[in-house]
């Protein structure tokens, strides 16, 4: 039988890929806390998702997910909003990121235009 830790993970942007990333670890037992500049889509998610089994939670700021999260996973359209959520006022820098701070950044790489 596999075992592994339950996790305190933070999704940011939750388009098709962060919200069914979020969602999976939710339902597996991890505490995930999820963040996305269109709140609309954070609602839609947990209204859907929440049903007391699920361990959904919202973040208003990026901030906010790293001071209580192991690990980042990012799921965000292109470079420019990855150093959005990291680097700018009230984002992922300013927490107390250590070396055993995990980042795993995802970019969309099939744009329709």
């Given at each position: 039988?596999?075992?592994?830790?339950?996790?305190?993970?933070?999704?940011?942007?939750?388009?098709?890929?962060?919200?069914?990333?979020?969602?999976?670890?939710?339902?597996?037992?991890?505490?995930?806390?999820?963040?996305?500049?269109?709140?609309?889509?954070?609602?839609?998610?947990?209204?859907?998702?929440?049903?007391?089994?699920?361990n959904?939670?919202?973040?208003?700021?990026?901030?906010?997910?790293?001071?209580?999260?192991?690990?980042?996973?990012?799921?965000?359209?292109?470079?420019?909003?990855?150093?959005?959520?990291?680097?700018?006022?009230?984002?992922?820098?300013?927490t107390?990121?250590?070396?055993?701070?995990?980042v795993?950044?995802?970019?969309?790489?099939?744009?329709?235009?």
């Open positions: 039988m596999f075992s592994y830790n339950i996790l305190n993970v933070c999704v940011i942007g939750l388009g098709m890929m962060g919200s069914q990333i979020a969602l999976r670890l939710a339902l597996k037992g991890h505490k995930v806390t999820v963040f996305n500049r269109d709140t609309s889509k954070i609602e839609k998610l947990l209204a859907q998702h929440t049903n007391g089994t699920t959904l939670k919202m973040a208003h700021k990026p901030k906010e997910l790293a001071e209580t999260s192991d690990i980042a996973i990012i799921c965000v359209k292109d470079y420019r909003a990855i150093t959005n959520v990291s680097f700018m006022t009230g984002r992922l820098i300013e107390q990121i250590s070396s055993s701070y995990n795993v950044p995802f970019r969309q790489t099939n744009q329709v235009k």
